[in-house]
Structures are given as C-alpha cells and as structure tokens.
C-alpha cells in the first residue's frame, strides 16, 4: 500500500454508486484486522503510526462508500466534479418540490394526529430518494 489508491481500490470495488453493502462490510472488517494498530503494538513506533494511519484511512474509506450521499460526492469528485456541499441548485422543478414538502411539514405540525401525515410524507420522500439514486446510478 505504497502508493494511496482510491476508496473503491481500497475496498476491491468498482468505482460505482450501486454497491452490495454486504460486501463493503465484510472487506472492512478484513481491512481492519490487516492494519488494526494492536496487531502491530510490538513494533517500532513509526509502524504503529503507519497503521493508526492505515486504520484511519479504512474508517474514512468505508464511512464515505457506505453513505449513497457521500458515495455519490466521491464518485464526482473522482470524475473531476467540484462537489463541496454549498452547490445551489437552478433546477426549477425540484425547489419547488422542496417548497411543497416544506409546506406539508408545517401542515403536519399544526395537525391533531400527525403521525399518518408524516408517515406518509416519509414515504413519498423515501420513494423520491430511490428515483434519484436509480438515475444517478445509470448516469455514472
């Protein structure tokens, strides 16, 4: 591991948004107990630095694949997308989607049983949020 290959290397994946997470956790637990830095606690400082890096940089890989948001950010990036969280949007369709739910949102906390109301706006937001990550999915 001389030259730092990218998250997907790191984990034996395919720079892909659909992972199997399954698979993802597995490799993480494999890379954990490879550079853990217990199983190098008889060794010369520097070593032990090296794997506490080596560790880090498996906690870091695997928080940013597990994540769809994340996961998706970082496949941009490789891409050469400048993705840095303050991106505003001009889509004209889905500010006014955020608008609409918004409005529900405070429908629902002025209603005497909001629980169905929410569950259902759950729903449609989970459902909106699948969509969204077949399209991105196919794009990449």
Known sequence: MSQTPNYFELFDAQPRYALDLATLAERYRELQRLY?????AGQ???QVR??????????Q???VLKS???RAQY???LKGVDVDGRYITRDGEFLMLQMEMREQLQDIEEDSNP?????T????ARDDFVTLENEFSAAM
């Open 36 to 40: 853990h830095p217990d199983r190098h």
């Open 44 to 46: 010369s400082s520097q």
């Open 50 to 59: 090296l794997a506490v890096q080596k560790a880090s940089w498996v906690n």
């Open 61 to 63: 890989a695997y928080d």
């Open 68 to 70: 769809p948001v994340s």
């Open 75 to 77: 496949l941009l990036e």
């Open 115 to 119: 629980l169905p109301l929410l569950a």
């Open 121 to 124: 706006l759950a729903e449609s």
